[in-house]
Every structure is written in C-alpha cells, then in structure tokens.
Nanobody, 126 residues
Framework: QVQLVESGGGSVQAGGSLRLSCAAS????????MGWFRQAPGKEREGIAR????????YYADFVKGRFTISRDNVNNMVYLQMNSLKPEDTAMYYC???????????????????WGQGTQVTVSS
C-alpha cells in the first residue's frame, strides 16, 4: 500500500522560503508520478507541480513558475518542493500525491491522483 508523509511546513514571512518533503513507501519509486497540491480554506485543491520519477520530467502551474521547484531522491523514496519568494496567497495546506506512471503523468488535477498524504500547513504572513 502506498503511503505518503509530508513534512516541512510552517510559518514564514513574505519573501521567505520553505522546503517541503514527502516520504513515500509501498511502491517502486522509479515508476511513479509525484505531485504537489495545495488547498486553502474555502477553495478547491489545486495542482502546483508534478514530476515523473522515471525520467525527471516536471510540470509546474503558472502561478509557481520560477518560485517553486520539485525534485526527487529515488534512492530514499523522497520528493521535495522547494518554495522561494513566498507570498501570503501561498498560505494553504500542502499535499503530496502519487499515481502510477503509464507512458506519461496524468494532468495536475486532484481527481487524477489516487494516493495522498495527510498534508502539511504553510502559512505566509505579510
């Protein structure tokens, strides 16, 4: 069974940085699509970035391009989200998600991912 555990959230001031980690188990790390999503109160869960662990291909939502970076460590089954230049509007619960890689990764839509972590809170103050 796939298990995902996020960590690294916290409170920072605008302009600051955080690095989120996702520890994964129960699957072959080199053949997965890993995604980061977030959900603010009263809003839908939105996709931030995804990576195919088999080839390292990445995709980012427009609102994080140039600020956030997704990376992986296949040996230790870890996925990371480096977040720089944080803004108050980045405040949300952040989730790690996984899905099988079948020739490509599914779109960055929450319903396309079957495995989820419990989330880690990120709060950015102005």
């Amino acid at each position: 069974q796939v298990q995902l555990v996020e960590s690294g959230g916290g409170s920072v001031q605008a302009g600051g940085s955080l690095r989120l980690s996702c520890a994964a188990s129960g699957y072959t790390a080199s053949s997965r699509c890993m995604g980061w999503f977030r959900q603010a109160p009263g809003k839908e869960r939105e996709g931030i970035a995804r990576m195919a662990t088999v080839n390292g291909y990445t995709y980012y939502a427009d609102f994080v391009k140039g600020r956030f970076t997704i990376s992986r460590d296949n040996v230790n089954n870890m996925v990371y989200l480096q977040m720089n230049s944080l803004k108050p509007e980045d405040t949300a619960m952040y989730y790690c998600a996984a899905e099988r890689f079948i020739s490509s990764c599914p779109p960055l839509i929450a319903s396309q991912y079957n495995y989820w972590g419990q989330g880690t809170q990120v709060t950015v103050s102005s």
